[in-house]
């Protein structure tokens, strides 16, 4: 399992991303204008990383929006404040968030290692290969791609099967494209933290049950 000193992050790092992307939509409510990441004090934030930022309504833990930067586009402080504006404002699946709806959503962030292809020589090797709670996932088919968050799977409780056919239909594709040999899927992993309630404690989220 990758670790945040790998990627030169600290706990305080991922802390004080989950609270830029809370802070991020306060201000644009209030002001229209968009904060800027603190990197003189959270250097390690200028680094490229992909980055999601998640929103779900409290206390049903439904999904409010979720957008992201599946690769390293742009440092991860900024990538945390385009994705909070995204996920609340441009996710296709949901109207755009009110103000008040701010006090009942929590904020999910994501930092994604690169992702690497997973050598298969066939479909059963994807099943042996692939670890729930461990390994996001990436299909690419020609143009066509579609990605999944490694806590996913742990929160619909599907097996690995069940998590590649979600995400075929997440990448519009049918749900056993999985086993063409003409797909790449790509795996990665992710340090997710999330707050406890609105504008609560912020901790790493468990992926492994």
């Known amino acids: 399992m990758s ?12 802390v004080y991303l989950v609270k830029l992307a809370r802070k991020t939509l306060e201000e644009y409510f209030n002001t229209g204008e968009k904060v800027k990441c603190d990197y003189e004090k959270y250097p390690g934030l200028m680094q490229p990383m992909g980055a999601f930022v998640t929103l779900k309504t409290y206390p049903d833990n439904e999904l409010r929006g979720c957008i992201g930067y599946p690769k390293p586009v742009m440092s991860l402080g900024d990538a945390v404040i385009d994705n909070a504006l995204s996920a609340a404002f441009s996710d296709p699946r949901f ?3 009110n103000k008040n709806e701010l006090g009942h959503v929590t904020v999910e962030v994501s930092i994604l290692t690169p992702p690497k292809k ?3 020589n066939s479909p059963e090797d994807y099943l042996k290969k692939i670890k729930i709670g461990k390994h996001g996932l990436f299909i690419h088919y020609g143009s066509v ?16 099967r069940e998590y590649l056919e979600a995400l075929c239909q997440k990448a519009g594709l049918p749900k056993n494209m999985w086993m063409s040999p003409t797909v790449i899927i790509e795996s990665f992993s992710a340090f997710v933290y999330g707050e406890i309630k609105p504008k609560g404690k912020v901790k790493r989220v468990k992926l492994i049950q």
């Not at 791609?145 to 690995?160: A, D, K, M, R, T």
């Open 95 to 97: 109207p755009q968030l």
């Open 118 to 120: 997973i050598e298969a």
């Open 145 to 160: 791609s579609g990605l999944l968050l490694p806590q996913v799977p742990v929160e619909y409780h599907w097996n690995v």
């Open 3 to 14: 670790s945040l000193k790998e990627y030169n992050l600290t706990e305080k790092d991922c």
